[in-house]
């Protein structure tokens, strides 16, 4: 892949940090916008705004038929079996509450399990642990190993018919490892469960089938894929949408209002109460025009090489201890590491001094770096502009960080 070409349709590159080039390694937080993208924004605001669903007028017509063509193409490239299945949220962290406020409170009680990881990004723990104080629910923990990794048997060990909802993520936002998520899912509803997949580090990485993963519900992110902030989707399979109740209730979800009853327009509408973030809708279908147009087995393919050389070049320093399974070949999208002897932000500030943005701290997971005694590590995490030069500047940059930290 050209990745300077590449580079070349994101502005942001052009931008100086201390006076060197921007060396972005921070795409697991937030990946940057092509000009695509932007003007998708742009070109809504000035030639096409007005409000979807609810106007005859041209405009109004117009904005529908987008954001509605939006819906399509993300139908497409998760491969929902129906467009009605694709449901706007404001992220990931949206989603995941959806699903808490709604089926699992609904539908859990005492002596029901909800099972998690304990890896989760506290967006996929944080509402599971209030589902449980809601409902008198047990949440429960498949933990990660000794070899940081979590395998078909350790969720084995954990799922039985107690087990009502199985949530998990499908890349970890640290250790980079993918979940089996297809087999978990088999046995979590063999036994009667259902199951939540937080694909917020999966979709922008590697080709998403949710057809295939047969999971219930999935979530993610549009701005981690090129996207906008404040966008996201929550895809929910055919048989739940009638089932589930309404997240948000108002304008736009409703089919008859009366005075002291209303009725719900079908799905996914029936989910979508408000005026949705139409601009940023319509941004996000660019950015998978953008994705597909590059296809996502290059994209899994350059990252391949990208990780395999910056796991190389990192473990040459001995003060480095990476996180996350031991093959290379099992991690995705990121590198995450402390630094023995030296505190992450620290490392991270002088970095950033030579232009390389990296993450430091403990990326929404506190439980999993409190179970390595470690108060904050650092997180390289790559996309589709990353390329071995970048991961040299990296390492180039570390050098002189433990050189300056001592
Ligand atoms: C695995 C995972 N889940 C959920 C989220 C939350 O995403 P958002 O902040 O876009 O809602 C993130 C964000 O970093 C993540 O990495």
């Known amino acids: 892949m050209g990745t300077e070409a590449l580079k070349k349709d994101f502005p942001i590159f052009k931008v100086k940090i201390n006076n060197h080039p921007l060396i972005y390694l921070d795409n697991a937080a937030t990946t940057q916008k092509p000009k695509k993208v932007l003007q998708?924004?742009?070109?809504?605001?000035?030639?096409?705004?007005a409000n979807v669903h609810r106007g005859v007028h041209t405009l109004s017509e117009e904005a529908s038929e987008m954001y509605d063509e939006a819906r399509r193409k993300i139908a497409r490239f998760i491969n929902a079996s129906h467009e009605s299945e694709v449901i706007f949220t404001s992220g990931a962290t949206d989603s995941l509450n959806f699903v808490a406020s709604t089926w699992a409170r609904n539908n859990l009680k005492p002596g029901d399990v909800i099972l998690v990881t304990d890896a989760e990004h506290h967006s996929n723990l944080v509402p599971w642990q209030i589902v449980a104080q809601q409902t008198g629910a047990e949440l429960d923990f498949v933990e990660?190993?000794?070899?940081?990794?979590?395998?078909?048997?350790?969720?084995?060990?954990?799922?039985?018919?107690?087990?009502?909802?199985?949530a998990f993520f499908h890349c970890s936002n640290v250790l980079g490892a993918m979940l089996?998520?297809?087999?978990?899912?088999?046995?979590?509803?063999?036994?009667?469960?259902?199951?939540?997949?937080?694909?917020?580090?999966?979709?922008?990485?590697?080709?998403?089938?949710?057809?295939?993963?047969?999971?219930?519900?999935?979530?993610?992110?549009?701005?981690k894929m090129l996207g906008p902030m404040g966008t996201g989707v929550l895809w929910m399979k055919r048989d739940l949408l009638d089932k589930v109740e309404p997240y948000r209730y108002g304008g736009g979800m409703i089919d008859l209002v009366e005075m002291k009853h209303s009725?719900?327009?079908?799905?996914?509408?029936?989910?979508?109460?408000g005026t949705p973030n139409v601009a940023g809708i319509f941004g996000l279908g660019a950015a998978?025009?953008?994705?597909?147009?590059?296809?996502?087995?290059?994209?899994?393919?350059?990252?391949r090489e990208v990780i395999n050389?910056?796991?190389s070049?990192?473990?040459?320093?001995?003060?480095?201890?990476?996180?996350?399974?031991?093959?290379?070949?099992?991690?995705?999208?990121?590198i995450t590491?402390?630094?023995?002897?030296?505190?992450?932000?620290?490392?991270?500030?002088?970095?950033?001094?030579?232009?390389?943005?990296?993450?430091?701290?403990?990326?929404?997971?506190?439980?999993?770096?409190?179970?390595?005694?470690?108060?904050?590590?650092?997180?390289?995490?790559?996309?589709?502009?990353?390329?071995?030069?970048?991961?040299?500047?990296?390492?180039?940059?570390?050098?002189?960080?433990?050189?300056?930290?001592?």
Request: charged residues 25%.
């Open 40 to 49: 998708a924004i742009s070109n809504f605001y000035s030639y096409s705004n």
């Open 144 to 166: 990660v190993g000794e070899t940081q990794e979590i395998t078909l048997n350790n969720f084995k060990n954990k799922i039985s018919e107690k087990v009502k909802l199985a």
């Open 180 to 223: 089996p998520v297809r087999e978990i899912s088999k046995l979590v509803k063999n036994n009667g469960g259902i199951v939540v997949v937080d694909g917020a580090q999966a979709v922008p990485h590697v080709p998403v089938n949710v057809q295939n993963l047969d999971c219930d519900f999935y979530a993610f992110s549009g701005h």
């Open 263 to 273: 009725t719900w327009a079908d799905p996914p509408e029936k989910f979508e109460a």
């Open 288 to 303: 998978v025009d953008y994705l597909t147009e590059i296809g996502m087995e290059n994209i899994m393919k350059h990252e």
């Open 309 to 311: 050389y910056a796991a």
């Open 313 to 334: 070049e990192l473990s040459k320093f001995e003060r480095v201890k990476i996180l996350g399974p031991k093959d290379v070949n099992e991690r995705y999208g990121m």
């Open 337 to 406: 590491f402390y630094t023995e002897g030296a505190h992450a932000h620290d490392v991270a500030t002088v970095l950033n001094s030579y232009g390389v943005a990296v993450r430091s701290g403990h990326h929404c997971t506190m439980p999993l770096h409190k179970k390595y005694d470690i108060p904050a590590s650092l997180r390289a995490s790559f996309y589709i502009y990353n390329n071995k030069d970048d991961v040299d500047v990296l390492t180039g940059a570390l050098k002189k960080a433990f050189e300056i930290l001592g």
